[in-house]
């Protein structure tokens, strides 16, 4: 309770100070692209998985070696004639040096094999990438639109603090009804307790910005409305799927997924060939002459055992991966389609809204304040009013920034940005 207790007045220091334009020391006002670019340097779960691509890689070194050969060596230990370790030019020894020749290019398999595998841990990093880009972005869209909202129920507050004040002292000589006075505590109570909770969730937001970019300073968003006005530059409904095909980097994973199920099958079916056991053998006396030299094969005969059930297992997990891969464009479909309407909706919504709500509208407030203070219009009207007013402003703030957010999501969607 107490850290929360620190963490809203701390808040409210921040926020006066943006109001005031005053720096403070543990703050930075910073935009989107500002932002990112820090994001991009400082980000500690990126930084983890550039570690591990480059350990993957690393195995495609390990999957291009050759097998090493293998030396043995026979010496006489004891004879009843000549005794123990006889060594010598008439006593015993000989070697062996062997090797495994791969058949059927399994080693040139085994490398696209870790190829794909090294594909695979680049997308896994790129997805990574576009799903904290999403989260660093709508953080940063909350941070920005409730800094507004925040600063447009302070103002409200205001208005409304100086007229409780006046009630209260009209109250003490009686010139008006303690009921009223009450009537007006409640209003503010119940509009400070939604700010409270813009405060809290854009706390929130910072919070996880500080995770994102691995810092501890207070971010103050700088950026006007990130959305263009005109929804012009959005592409098509096919314009995006083809995009997101192209530039998903969960889809590309998946299909480098379904493409190394396929390199496998090939790989198993190159395994059922056997492999060339060749070498070199030297026999001192051993042999049926001194000083044997010989040149040795040895192959498998593939009789039992030719890899079948690993074959199986690799068309099925083929077949498996590939309907997965199927799945995915579908999901991928819907998910462009969604985003996209949403987009329009929210974006039609606000021009609808924006055009209702005027800088009129803000005038009728001040003219509706000033009546009331006047005594022109009753308690009962100035709330109704206010709270029609308050509603309406939050609304209107709720629909940029959902439209703001909207847009990330169709970014997200595509796989990319949309130049705009």
Not at 223 to 247: F, G
Not at 386 to 393: D, I, L, Q, R, T
Request: proline letters at 2%.
């Amino acid at each position: 309770m107490l850290k929360s207790l620190l963490l809203i007045c701390f808040s409210l220091v921040m926020f006066h100070a943006e109001a005031q334009k005053v720096p403070f020391a543990d703050s930075m006002r910073i935009d989107l692209t500002d932002l990112e670019s820090m994001f991009l340097r400082k980000n500690l779960y990126l930084l983890a998985h550039q570690y591990q691509v480059n350990a993957v890689k690393a195995m495609e070194i390990q999957a291009a070696l050759y097998n090493n050969p293998t030396i043995s060596a026979e010496l006489s230990l004891y004879n009843r004639t000549k005794g123990w370790l006889d060594l010598g030019r008439t006593g015993q020894k000989a070697f062996n040096i062997d090797q495994v020749i791969l058949l059927a290019g399994k080693r040139n398999k085994r490398i696209s094999l870790a190829k794909e595998d090294t594909r695979q841990a680049e997308y896994r990093l790129y997805d990574l990438l576009r799903t904290l880009r999403l989260e660093l972005h709508n953080d940063y869209h909350v941070i920005r639109y409730n800094r507004d909202i925040i600063a447009k129920v302070d103002e409200q507050l205001g208005y409304l603090d100086r007229i409780i004040h006046s009630y209260e002292d009209q109250a003490v000589k009686r010139n008006v009804s303690m009921k009223d006075v009450v009537r007006l505590q409640t209003e503010y109570i119940q509009l400070n307790a939604e700010k409270n909770e813009f405060i809290n969730e854009t706390l929130e937001a910072i919070r996880s910005l500080q995770v994102l970019t691995d810092t501890s300073v207070f971010f103050v968003a700088t950026d006007t409305l990130h959305l263009p006005y005109s929804l012009d530059s959005i592409p098509t409904l096919p314009e995006c799927i083809a995009k997101a095909y192209v530039n998903r980097s969960d889809l590309k994973l998946q299909e480098s997924v379904v493409k190394q199920s396929e390199l496998n099958v090939g790989y198993q079916k190159a395994l059922a060939v056997p492999d060339l056991h060749t070498g070199l053998g030297y026999d001192q006396n051993g042999s049926y002459v001194p000083n044997y030299y010989n040149l040795h094969f040895g192959i498998d005969l593939p009789v039992f055992n030719r890899n079948q059930g690993a074959v199986k297992s690799a068309e099925q997990i083929t077949a498996s991966e590939k309907a997965i891969f199927n799945s995915m464009q579908h999901g991928v479909d819907a998910e462009v389609q969604m985003s996209l309407g949403k987009l329009f909706q929210y974006d039609k919504d606000y021009q609808l809204m924006r055009r209702k709500i005027s800088e009129e509208y803000t005038q009728v407030n001040k003219g509706m304040l000033e009546n009331f203070n006047k005594g022109n219009i009753t308690i009962l009207e100035f709330l109704d009013f206010f709270e029609s007013y308050n509603a309406a402003v939050r609304e209107i703030n709720q629909l940029q920034r959902h439209r703001a957010l909207s847009f990330e999501e169709l970014q997200f969607a595509i796989g990319t940005t949309i130049k705009h």
